[in-house]
């Protein structure tokens, strides 16, 4: 990192109370650092369950600062919009990258890197890693 | 040759059978799925038919470039980018020819499920729209009826298998016995090629410009 632009991170899941929710518990668990760049993407613009690609641009749009963007899914056409937006290439921000984690754990680990001002690598890294964290 | 037209004229067709079956559709999703793959698409061919006229697009790839970007953005359903991904790929392929031949589309159409495949993960058996596609593109170059006949076979295969891909494959061993809903678009789409062809000939899209 040359300066302390923080990296994005977008919540995609299918209910928009998730989603918000999960921002919200990620954010609250950063303490007292700088505030990382986090918006949820959540159910469809109709406010059903589901997943919108304009929402999901938009978050990306609103939380890019220039150090990249992790986003997080849940699962089904979630996954599937933000892969298929990725290869259509002009959809997202430059730098946008889909993180393989469980959606809670990677969240909160992705969140909490990135408030350190750790680089787009490193919060994706963390967020992956949530999956190794076993709870029995 | 096919040209711009064609294409729109297949679009608008699989628009217009997506409206018909929709409720069909739902009823299949709704014993495996959540029950929203009728209205899914509905809405979204509803947007591409309005997207189609309201921008013109000149060439075939266009047409289906355009027809994938609606689809991700409206679906709202897992079929929106699996279906994007297939018209969009496949209209990148048909590059800015004017018109193309039967056999250019059969090779593109192959780029586009390849892409879906890579997408989703799916392969043949896997109880998916991909069941449907790959045995149409295998039988497209005996014409589009042959490829109608063998998406309608490979759909109608699905219902002894076992769902490995999206929300059916967490239902298991219930999943056998149902028509997959995706092969069962898919082979919508497959037959909107025939209906496309016959209509250039009854010049049922007189005045469509």
Known sequence: MS?????????????AAVAASVAELAQGLVGGGPEVPVAPAGGTEGGGFGTSAE????????????????????LGSAVLTVKALLAEGDE?????????APFVEGAVAAVVTAATGADLDAVVAAAEEAYGYRKA | MLDADFFRR?????????????????????????????????????A???????????????????????????VGGASGPLYGTLLRRTG???GDAPE??????AEALRTGVDAVRQLGGAAPGDKTMIDALVPAVDALGDGFGAALAAAEQGAEATTPLLARKGRASYLGERSIGHQDPGATSAALLIAALAEAEAGSDAGADAGGE
């Open chain 1, 55 to 74: 929402l999901v641009a938009a978050a990306a749009a609103a939380v890019d600062r220039g150090a990249g963007v992790a986003v997080l899914t849940d």
């Open chain 2, 48 to 74: 591409v038919t309005a997207a189609l006229e309201k921008e013109a697009p000149r060439t075939p790839g266009a047409v289906l470039i355009l027809t994938g970007r609606q689809l991700i953005s409206t």
């Open chain 1, 92 to 100: 997202l921000p430059d730098g946008t990258r889909m993180v393989d």
């Open chain 2, 92 to 94: 990148k392929a048909l």
């Open chain 2, 100 to 105: 193309v031949g039967p056999e250019q589309l």
């Open chain 2, 10 to 46: 297949w679009m608008t067709a699989t628009a217009a059978s997506v409206d018909r079956e929709a409720d069909r559709l739902t009823a299949l999703d709704s014993p495996i799925g959540d029950a929203d793959h009728g209205s899914n698409l509905r809405r979204g061919f509803a």
């Open chain 1, 3 to 15: 300066d302390d632009r923080l990296v994005g991170i977008v919540l995609v899941s299918h209910s």
